[in-house]
């Protein structure tokens, strides 16, 4: 069964610094979604994404973040300037339509900043 | 924006016994309500979903019902087993964003 996946799985980083989080969608689904988790608490959705543009973004998708989808087949977020508080495990997740159908979550990364 | 209440935080059951989780959402226009079941340290995966033209759901041992009036919707397991527990989360969708309850944590006691 396809399944949506994550690379790296953890990533540690320095307050400030750009780190690059890698999802590969299951392979026809056509709408790609970022969310965080931080330890112990909900999944937030950060984004969605479709025909290589973003849909619907919350208000924890600041100007320090941003994706792409720079080929087709991978499914990028970037953190320009990571904070503390951006240390979470974020979840790329992909779904076939927009609406009523079920979104499919990667394992996740594991990001922590120092 | 939606905004999704879930309760209890927490559930202790028996083994056998069910386990009955409620969620509310704020905004009428959502019209998809997944639930998502993650174990420690897992990526969350959907165990059963209904769309709001429905109001009623089961699989097997698990049945999901919604009160679109009301703004609610429930997750119902019946016969619980010890690999059920895990932490619940459920959901509603309207379009593009998909918004999660607090969760809750479920311990099924042998």
């Known amino acids: 069964e396809p399944e949506v996946t994550q690379t790296p799985s953890h990533q540690v980083t320095q307050m400030g610094q750009e780190v690059i989080l890698r999802c590969v969608p299951i392979?026809?689904?056509?709408?790609f979604y970022w969310y965080r988790q931080i330890l112990g608490q909900k999944v937030e959705f950060l984004v969605s994404f479709y025909n290589n543009e973003i849909s619907e973004k919350s208000e924890i998708f600041d100007d320090q973040f941003s994706v792409e989808r720079p080929d087709g087949s991978n499914f990028t977020l970037k953190i320009r300037s990571t904070k503390l508080e951006d240390s979470a495990m974020y979840f790329c997740a992909s779904s076939l339509y927009v609406t009523g159908t079920a979104q499919y979550f990667g394992p996740g990364t594991r990001l922590l900043v120092l | 924006g939606e905004n999704v209440e879930q309760h209890p935080s927490t559930l202790s059951v028996q083994e056998g016994d069910s386990a009955v989780i409620k969620c509310t959402y704020s905004d009428s226009a959502s019209n998809y309500f997944p639930w998502y079941k993650q174990e420690l340290g897992k990526r969350p995966q959907l165990i059963i979903d209904?769309?709001?033209?429905?109001g009623e759901k089961k699989d097997q041992r698990i049945a999901v019902t919604l009160n679109k009036t009301a703004k609610h919707f429930s997750l119902h397991i019946t016969e619980t087993q010890p690999e059920d527990s895990a932490v619940y989360f459920c959901a509603a969708s309207n379009e593009d964003d998909m918004r999660f309850g607090a969760g809750t944590r479920l311990t099924v006691k042998p």
């Open positions: 392979s026809n689904h056509l709408y």
């Open positions: 209904i769309r709001s033209n429905v």
